[in-house]
Structure formats: C-alpha cells, structure tokens
C-alpha cells in the first residue's frame, strides 16, 4: 500500500522553534526513523488486513486503524518538517555574553537560581530549563557577567536579576 505525501499545509501546523541540543535532535531522529520504519508498516498491514474482510461501510476497525495510519503519517510530516528547519545549539562561545545554550546563574532579592536558555521545544521549568522566548530568557540573551535586567511581570511590577556566572 502506498502512503501518499502530503505537504504541510499553511494553516496545518503551529510554527515550531527550529532551536535544538544535538541530544533532542537525534531523539527526534530516533522517533522518526521508529515511525517511518516500525509504526507505519504495522499500521499499513493492518488496514491492508481489515480491508480484505470486505464492506468498508460498517468495518469499523478498519475505519479506526485508517485513522491511526493517518495519525502516524501527520506525525511523520511534522517530525520531517521539524529536522529540515532545526538548527543546533552549538557549545557556549567565547565571547562571555548569555546565548541560546548557556547555562546562567543569576541573583534575585539575594536568592541564587542556575537556568539553562534553551529552545522552546525543550523547556522544562520543573528543571529550571527555560526558552529563549520566555520573558527571563529573552531578557538575558546578549548580556554579559555583571550586568543586570529588569523584567515586567503582567501585574505590572518590575524584578530585576544579577548575572552571577554564565557557562
């Protein structure tokens, strides 16, 4: 049975941050490959299955497992989609100013927190991993040991961070 390809479409999907550690993207490489080379023929032999027991009108199992196929085949394009645009985080450079990548420790009131700038797909702020696009990360992109940001809240008040050390 051939799948047919389809391209995403304009509406079709959210646009996903390119930003990745080399370790998520050989993860997704992993779940794509398992996907393309596991889930997918499974899939297909069981629709190729249901079908030959005839009437599709009230084949129901057949109707569900046209949809898992379906599933696994919008996964698949989402996947090979997200790798085509990712673009690695490269280790820390020289240049001693917080990038996507780095692993910042900043003060606040006294208090001493470690984050790690990572893409937005990889957050984790149960870990203290936070995007590139959240409000504290994007404030601190760019600055250097030292310096300090200030943050509004959306109740309007303003905290103000110290960079301690970046890595």
């Known amino acids: 049975m051939q799948i047919p390809y389809r391209k995403p479409g304009k509406f079709s999907q959210t646009k996903l941050d390119p930003f990745l550690t080399k370790d998520k993207f ?6 794509l490959e398992k996907l393309k080379n596991i889930s997918r023929p499974r899939a297909a032999e069981e629709v190729k299955r249901l ?6 009108s009230e084949n129901v199992e057949y109707q569900m497992a046209k949809g ?4 696994i085949n919008e996964k698949i394009l989402i ?12 280790p820390q450079s020289k240049n001693g100013a917080v990038q996507i990548g780095s692993t910042v420790t900043v003060t ?3 208090k001493e927190k470690t984050y790690q700038i990572l893409g937005s797909s990889e957050t984790n ?3 203290d991993i936070i995007s590139h696009n959240s409000p504290l990360g994007a404030a601190l992109i760019g600055h250097k040991v030292g310096e300090k940001i200030k943050i509004k809240l959306a109740d309007k008040k303003e905290v103000e961070y110290k960079i301690i050390e970046i890595k």
């Open 26 to 31: 050989d993860e997704l490489k992993y779940k």
């Open 51 to 56: 079908a030959e027991l005839g009437d599709f």
């Open 68 to 71: 898992r196929l379906r599933g």
């Open 79 to 90: 996947l090979e989609n997200q790798l085509r645009q990712a673009v690695i985080i490269e």
């Open 108 to 110: 606040n009131g006294g």
């Open 125 to 127: 702020p149960g870990k």
